[in-house]
């Protein structure tokens, strides 16, 4: 007995191993949507308060336009280099796999993408 408490080699282990993650997103979610939902229900304070609010709001978005500009073009030529860099790797069975290096890079976009959206709202 090795120890290991399921076989990695078994058809179902990458199901397995997802598991903790998919059961902490979902605690994640779950978070969110409960502190949202507490945030959302305070009131937004006086006349002066919601000024001043709406002062800094205007203040962040014109930051993330700025920011997402920048960070369009750095992600831009990661994804080149990625791409760039892996052109033609070699797969297990010693081909050389010329789409390779889009396939790896295509999640940078996906991942930039997904977290401009978690930033903007």
């Known amino acids: 007995m090795t120890g290991a408490v399921f076989d990695l080699n078994d058809d179902n282990a990458h199901v397995i191993t997802a598991l903790p993650a998919i059961g902490c997103?979902?605690?994640?979610?779950?978070?969110?949507?409960?502190?949202t939902q507490i945030v959302e229900g305070k009131s937004e304070g006086t006349d002066k308060m919601k000024d001043l609010a709406a002062k800094i709001h205007k203040g962040a978005v014109?930051?993330?336009?700025?920011?997402?500009?920048?960070?369009?073009?750095?992600?831009?030529?990661?994804?080149?280099?990625?791409?760039?860099?892996?052109?033609?790797?070699?797969?297990?069975?010693?081909e050389a796999n010329n789409a390779f290096g889009v396939y790896t890079a295509i999640p940078v976009l996906i991942g930039a993408t997904l977290s401009a959206f978690a930033g903007w709202r």
């Open 62 to 94: 014109d930051f993330l336009v700025t920011e997402y500009k920048f960070l369009a073009g750095f992600v831009v030529c990661i994804f080149t280099g990625v791409s760039c860099m892996l052109i033609g790797a070699k797969d297990s069975s010693g």
């Open 25 to 35: 997103a979902l605690i994640g979610l779950v978070t969110m949507i409960v502190f």
